[in-house]
């Protein structure tokens, strides 16, 4: 069993950066791919990045070059930067593990509450 507690979100001005933190308890963080995900308010949650066991990263076109997804293994917590943000990043932003790299959600086991990003125009 992973818990997963996100934070960092915030409002936020077009062009600024936050960064989120996803917290897991647990011991096995590290035998865990980690993803994150946003839903904005009538659309369906999307892939944003995602990061394997030993570190690969993968990214969505709409956020490839502006946002970067780390892990801490030692702190059991993985972090996602977003610089030069949109009106159009404004969401709620999920973390998630698996098993495995995955960019559907239905294949993530675990997921946090979920942080409010928004970005004005």
């Known amino acids: 069993q992973v818990q997963l507690v996100e934070s960092g979100g915030g409002s936020v001005q077009a062009g600024g950066s936050l960064r989120l933190s996803c917290a897991a308890s647990?011991?096995?963080?590290?035998?865990?791919?980690m993803g994150w995900f946003r839903q904005a308010p009538g659309k369906e949650r999307e892939f944003v990045a995602a990061?394997?066991?030993?570190?690969?990263?993968y990214y969505a076109d709409s956020v490839k070059g502006r946002f970067t997804i780390s892990r801490d293994n030692a702190k059991n917590t993985v972090y996602l930067q977003m610089n030069s943000l949109r009106p159009e990043d404004t969401a709620v932003y999920y973390c998630?593990?698996?098993?495995?790299?995955?960019?559907?959600?239905?294949?993530?086991?675990?997921w946090g509450q979920g942080t409010q990003v928004t970005v004005s125009s």
């Open positions: 998630a593990a698996s098993a495995s790299v995955y960019i559907t959600t239905n294949m993530y086991d675990y």
């Open positions: 990061i394997s066991r030993s570190g690969g990263t």
């Open positions: 647990g011991r096995t963080f590290s035998s865990y791919a």
